[in-house]
């Protein structure tokens, strides 16, 4: 029987919330193709506890895996697909998988198909859905080598399942690793104060207008764009108010940008903002006016008072991220 | 140190989106095109790590005849020669085959350092560069920000997820691919212009190579996403209207 095998990567210990979901991919890939589900993880076996039903759980356990780096990841992924011989190889597509998975694919004479939000399946080829030009374009893909073909899944392409207990014991995978191959030394990651402000590149932003009202009510949005993991942007009167610093400023006087999503919160949407923004990917709005223009060009409005709206949206992300 | 810098040509951000003939890519004609934004900050980094250090810049780039244009704008900011693996047929290629072009392109180089962007804009792979560093046999991180040398090779800035940051440290040779935005891109001078036009461009024919091999990945069909731009309100109370909005947010605009 075939596999679609899933590396999961850990995040404080557990499977992380975008892993699941490429489990979730991974069952739907393996169902629609008679295959068997195995997942797989860097990590203790109690972390693969809750992971529903599988073939076969495996933890890979090597103290020269306790930091990542892509030699030590490589090197270990590359043993376990030798050992499974796996049709599919199913990465959830993370900063760390995007360090490695091409490394991976390259040493098995494959290519992965990144950042893929969807597959369809017809007679036995399956076709990959990824995005081209930042989103502006999908491209279908198929693997024309033979197996494994190596896929790594965008973040909420798919819904991860509710926790279950895994259906089988978790086996245990202990890779031949030389501390001599591995080549780079990781330091301890860090959090730094966000330097300069490049908005142009930012791929989320939260930009607040007069609606805000006062300096003070500035945390208020300041909270939901690191809850979001965004960049604070704000409309020219809140810069000239000197509540924000110029730089942060979009509009035609201010900088240009085009991210994945606006969230623009007490903009009214005059023009001279809107040249600023309306090249963004999704726009979503909050304004008390129903009539505001912003809403002429939000893919999402919320008509209400930003200032019950903001913090109930603030903890709903916090809640969401875990 | 002498570093190679991997440089894509790629159309610009704005260009508009259609559909040709064929179905399996973009109509090209009145595109304009330029240099990946990655790949620019790539070139960024090498020319402030040769004016730190000295050494030479080389910059790398595939594709059709236009991509010299491209090429000639890197020298003009101040690498010092170009290679251009000429071809008109790379969107035949996979990933793979266009780092085997580059590996073969470069053979003997012997560079201690080479740069590439994180990911193109067209195609948004990410993976060329890691590719060529399997290839090349040599060490590799992405997503840096920064370079530092230091006496047992380099020491990287490298970013992670959710405005995490991490210190790497590497021998010498290697690959990095690098992160738009942490520094100030430079405009090519007038003199820098002038000097471009004098400098080395060597043009080498992909088939010449000896790379030739089946794609494994093959692009079939493209097809621009369904998006209905009316929009869609959120009712309820701030709690509710928060949460639709979140599950919006994961399932529709998969920023979550």
Not at chain 1, 53 to 82: F, K, N, W
Request: overall charge negative; some cysteine.
């Amino acid at each position: 029987m075939s596999t679609v095998l899933v590396f999961l990567e850990a995040k404080s210990g557990s499977p992380s919330r975008i892993s699941l979901e490429a489990l979730a991919a991974g069952a739907a890939l393996a169902t629609a193709t008679g295959a068997q589900l195995a997942a797989a993880m860097v990590g203790p076996a109690a972390a693969l506890d809750s992971l529903g039903t599988l073939a076969a759980a495996i933890s890979i356990e090597h103290p020269l895996l306790d930091r990542y780096t892509a030699d030590g990841y490589t090197a270990a992924c590359a043993q376990l697909v030798a050992r499974l011989q796996p049709d599919f190889v199913l990465f959830p597509h993370t900063y760390q998988v995007r360090d490695f998975a091409p490394r991976l694919a390259t040493r098995l004479g494959r290519v992965l198909i990144s950042d893929v939000t969807a597959f369809s399946l017809a007679g036995s080829t399956v076709t990959f859905t990824r995005q081209l030009f930042q989103g502006k374009l999908n491209g279908h893909y198929h693997s024309a080598a033979p197996a494994p073909c190596l896929v790594s899944i965008q973040a909420g392409a798919f819904h991860a399942a509710e926790p279950a207990p895994t259906s089988v014991p978790v086996e245990s995978f202990a890779p031949t690793l030389e501390s001599s191959a591995i080549r780079t030394q990781p330091g301890e990651p860090f959090r730094a104060a966000s330097q300069t402000v490049d908005l142009s590149s930012a791929p989320l932003i939260v930009s607040v207008g007069r609606g805000i009202k006062d300096e003070a009510n500035i945390t208020l949005v300041q909270e939901l764009a690191q809850a979001l993991g965004a960049e604070l942007a704000a409309s020219r009167p809140i810069c000239d108010a000197g509540w924000l610093p110029m730089e942060r400023q979009v509009g035609s006087s201010g900088q240009t940008v085009a991210p994945k999503l606006y969230l623009a919160v007490g903009i009214s949407g005059a023009i001279q903002h809107l040249v600023g923004m309306k090249g963004s990917q999704c726009v979503v709005a909050i304004n008390k006016d129903e009539n505001a223009p912003i809403f002429e060009i939000a893919d999402y409005g919320i008509v209400g008072d930003l200032f019950e709206v903001v913090p109930a949206l603030t903890a709903a992300i916090r809640k969401a991220k875990g | 140190m002498k570093i190679i810098v991997a440089i894509k040509q790629v159309p610009e951000r704005d260009a508009r989106i259609r559909i040709d003939s064929s179905g399996r890519w973009i109509a090209l004609d009145d595109i304009e095109f330029r240099m990946n934004e990655s790949d620019a900050y790539a070139l960024e980094e090498a020319l402030l790590l040769k004016e730190a250090h000295g050494g030479e810049v080389i910059v790398l780039s595939a594709g059709p005849e236009r991509v010299g244009q491209t090429i000639r704008e890197a020298l003009a900011k101040g690498a010092d020669r170009g290679i251009h693996i000429a071809s008109d047929s790379l969107a035949s290629l996979d990933a793979l085959g266009v780092a085997r072009l580059m590996a073969a392109a470069i053979a003997d180089e012997h560079p201690d350092l080479i740069l590439t962007g994180l990911q193109s804009d067209d195609l948004g792979l990410g993976q060329t560069g890691v590719i060529l560093a399997e290839l090349l046999g040599i060490p590799h991180s992405s997503l840096i920000l920064k370079i530092e040398k230091i006496e047992s090779g380099l020491r990287l800035l490298r970013e992670l997820e959710d405005g995490w940051f991490q210190h790497i440290t590497l021998p010498t040779p290697a690959l990095l691919t690098i992160q738009s935005g942490n520094t100030k891109l430079r405009y090519a001078t007038l003199m820098g212009i002038k000097k471009a036009k004098t400098k080395e461009l060597r043009t080498v024919d992909a088939a010449s190579l000896g790379t030739g091999s089946q794609p494994s990945l093959l692009l079939d069909s493209v097809a621009l996403p369904s998006r209905q731009k009316t929009t869609q309100m959120l009712p309820g109370s701030p709690a509710e209207a928060a949460a639709a909005l979140v599950a919006k947010l994961q399932q529709e605009v998969r920023v979550l």
